[in-house]
């Protein structure tokens, strides 16, 4: 297991909430948690009416930290009161988003900050069962949420009759097995159910019909992890923090051709141009900025010229991108953003869950366009060609996974599009050609080695 | 190299537990699959039987699962498999030169196993180590802020260990 500073290099400008524990030996710990405030949210919930955590949720201006922003107070509040089904609680550990990596340090040093948060949240809607959804491949992050969420069971947090308030919840983890798809509310919904990962039609939205057909709630690792910080500290001063009606910190991964990638937590409203040079040291090698994909692959690129933005949900919607997931990649000037489109499409293709025809067939279509466009076979046509694909996918599929493949490929498209021209002029990749490019081949195959390429993936 | 074929029976016990947490038996096939996979190497026919009797559920309804879910498969692979991340934060940094790397290494490209059965090799997409692109995983365990040199170093290491299934 890694060290947690290899991955979060700190900086002076960092707020800590969420992340204000990691680094404390033994963190992951009951003991160290009880040592450090742990479970006194809990205990001060549990003397509260469940409609005033909810009122308290909402003055927080706490937003989904999964990407969509919703507001998790109101999301909480949607769920009916008075209702013959079971309610239950969903967190989403499912972090997929090409980008993003902070759900894993919240999981692997703070794992009673999450138990605590969904705790309260199923006492907040009256709900007594729970389970985290989390991918496959945190295989070792299941282990240390069973870990905590046994010595939560043994302690009391868990179980029957929690702290002597006559409140039951009983917490579980879930494994998924590999699908980006499931990351989307009701696709885990029905991965959790024992189906495939398909989306379902909305409405009816969770908050009524979700998990075997009962209310239910879905919020994303980060966001649940504010919950007992709020309960602590109120509303007001959580929406303090950040912005009204966007409170709070937020994880930020810094990942690409930045000086120090790592994840920091910020607060809501840091301006990404100090994120940037003064957090993540600047953009690497002493280059200079080509473009920023401001939060996970889903989202419109940002040019250099565009960074004078503060991150909050509001100012990125703005100009046209979103805060997205927190995924802050750093594209320098080296890069070229025909090879970037195409990667990102890539992914699209592979995780596309073939539900919907426009985002099944347009990622593979938009994905054979661009690998064929960038080992200079393209043609004059194929930009609006792929602006013409790329805009019968937007809004026209069941869950945003189409929209997240469209986004980013038309903002490219608009963007850099004189990249596109040089591609077309010179024949081949321009940047490749002077030895800049990050890698020669697209087909990420050796032409030497046998079996399938990587475009049947 | 024998196949093993069937999971254990501590492992069925396991599975009992798993299946009492859900409201409904179906919810544990995905991570029944999971599971047996991690204890045979692969998902056989015997342990699609065998969770689909145990669940309640036809063997073609948890074959429509695992032709879902891209971490589930039907065919032994190696006791190692290497799982590199060529995605874009993985990609600026080195992803494909390692993902090159590594099969150049092993002799074998995507999605296959050396002929020993100590190595298979697949093309994966963002695996959550962005911060430490650029990335992969060998079974369960992660690597980052990989180099050819670190990743001829595990190679080695790996090869003084004994071949044969995953355990």
């Not at chain 1, 340090?105 to 199923?122: M, R």
């Not at chain 2, 047996?36 to 998902?43: H, K, L």
């Amino acid at each position: 297991m890694a060290d947690y500073s290899n991955s979060m290099p700190g900086s002076p400008l960092e707020v800590k909430v969420l992340t204000r524990r990691i680094g404390i030996p033994g963190s992951a710990s009951i003991d160290v948690y009880l040592e450090h405030e742990g479970y006194q949210a809990l205990r001060k919930a549990l003397g509260m009416n469940p409609e005033d955590i909810i009122q308290e949720m909402k003055k927080s201006g706490l937003r989904g930290r999964g990407g969509a922003g919703f507001n998790a107070g109101m999301k909480w509040g949607f769920v009916p009161k008075h209702t013959g089904k079971p309610k239950y609680v969903v967190c989403n550990a499912d972090e997929s988003e090409p980008g993003t990596c902070k759900d894993r340090v919240l999981i692997e040093y703070d794992p009673h900050q999450l138990i605590e948060g969904i705790v309260i949240a199923g006492y907040a809607i009256q709900s007594h069962q729970g389970y985290i959804y989390i991918r496959g491949e945190y295989r070792y992050l299941m282990e240390i949420l069973d870990r905590a969420l046994a010595e939560a069971y043994a302690r009391g947090y868990l179980g029957k009759n929690i702290l002597g308030s006559g409140f039951d919840f009983n917490l579980y983890t879930h494994t998924g097995a590999g699908a980006y798809e499931c990351g989307e509310e009701t696709a885990l919904l029905n991965s959790l159910e024992g189906l495939r990962g398909y989306p379902r039609v909305k409405p009816p939205f969770p908050a009524l019909i979700g998990l075997y057909g009962c209310p239910t709630i879905i919020n994303n690792v980060e966001t649940l992890s504010n919950v007992p910080h709020i309960v602590l500290n109120g509303g007001e001063w959580f929406a303090k923090l950040g912005k009204p009606n966007d409170g709070g910190t937020r994880l930020f991964c810094l990942s690409g051709h930045i000086t120090r990638p790592g994840i920091y937590e910020l607060p809501i409203g840091f301006p990404l141009r100090r994120m940037i040079e003064e957090v993540g040291g600047g953009v690497w090698r002493g280059r200079r900025l080509k473009c920023v994909i401001p939060g996970g692959s889903s989202c419109p690129v940002l040019t250099a010229e565009e960074i004078d933005v503060p991150m909050d949900f509001d100012s990125l919607a703005k100009i046209g991108s979103m805060l997205g997931s927190g995924g802050v990649v750093i594209l320098d000037e080296d890069t070229c953003m025909v090879k970037a489109a195409w990667r990102i499409m890539k992914f699209y293709a592979h995780e596309s869950c073939g539900w919907c025809i426009p985002c099944r067939e347009g990622t593979m279509w938009l994905k054979s366009l661009l690998e064929r466009f960038h080992g200079g076979g393209g043609l004059d046509e194929d930009p609006d060609t792929a602006l013409d694909v790329a805009y019968n996918i937007l809004g026209k599929t069941l869950c945003p996974l189409g929209d997240a493949a469209a986004m980013p490929t038309i903002s490219i498209l608009k963007k850099f599009r004189h990249e596109f021209e040089e591609h077309l002029k010179a024949g081949s990749c321009p940047l490749e050609n002077r030895g800049a490019g990050p890698g020669s081949k697209d087909s990420g195959q050796p032409s030497w080695a046998p079996g399938p390429s990587s475009s049947q993936l | 190299m024998d196949r093993i074929k069937m999971i254990s029976e501590s492992l069925k016990q396991k599975f009992d537990t798993i299946i009492a947490r859900y409201p409904t038996k179906r919810s544990a096939i995905v991570p029944l699959l999971l599971f047996a996979q991690d204890e045979i190497g692969y998902v056989s026919e015997e342990a699609i039987e065998e969770i689909a009797q145990r669940v309640g559920v036809r063997p073609i309804e948890v074959v429509e699962d695992i032709s879902y879910y891209s971490m589930l498969h039907r065919q032994p692979i190696g006791k190692y498999n290497f799982q590199v991340c060529t995605n874009i934060s993985c990609m600026l940094r080195g992803g494909e030169e390692i993902f090159q790397h590594c099969a150049k290494k092993l002799g074998i490209g995507h999605k296959q196993t050396t002929p020993d059965g100590m190595f298979s090799l697949e093309e994966v997409e963002c695996l959550g180590a962005c911060c430490g692109a650029p990335a992969m995983q060998v079974n369960y365990d992660y690597y980052e802020n990989l180099t050819p040199e670190k990743v001829d170093e595990l190679i080695e290491e790996l090869k003084k260990k004994e071949p044969g299934p995953r355990t």
